[in-house]
């Protein structure tokens, strides 16, 4: 089956998005710890949600790449 640029551009448009939507996440994750290190209480949870936050942007920006990836072969003729 060959690969549909258009649809690769709508993908790599909803991943764009999905990264955005994960790094506000990661900035407000951080200004909770931050708050709750302030206020003297235990950040140890907020601190493993926010790894799993930051993991979660990690995937998606490899993801956003293999769609640049997938757009570039697509446009060379090679996929």
Same mark, same amino acid.
């Given at each position: 089956? !060959?690969?549909? *640029? =258009?649809? =690769?551009? *709508?993908?790599? #448009? @909803?991943?764009?998005?999905? %990264? /955005?939507? !994960?790094? /506000?996440?990661?900035?407000? =994750? +951080?200004?909770?710890?931050?708050?709750? *290190?302030? @206020?003297?209480?235990? /950040? #140890? @949870?907020?601190?493993?949600?926010? &790894? !799993?936050?930051?993991?979660?942007?990690? #995937?998606?920006?490899?993801?956003? =790449?293999? +769609? +640049?990836?997938? +757009?570039?072969? %697509? @446009? &060379?003729?090679?996929?």
């Amino acid at each position: 089956m !060959a690969l549909d *640029r =258009q649809t =690769q551009l *709508r993908r790599l #448009s @909803d991943v764009d998005q999905l %990264i /955005t939507n !994960a790094e /506000t996440t990661v900035t407000k =994750q +951080i200004r909770t710890v931050d708050e709750l *290190r302030r @206020d003297g209480h235990d /950040t #140890s @949870d907020a601190e493993a949600t926010l &790894k !799993a936050f930051e993991d979660t942007a990690q #995937s998606l920006r490899q993801l956003r =790449q293999q +769609i +640049i990836n997938t +757009i570039e072969q %697509i @446009d &060379k003729g090679l996929a």
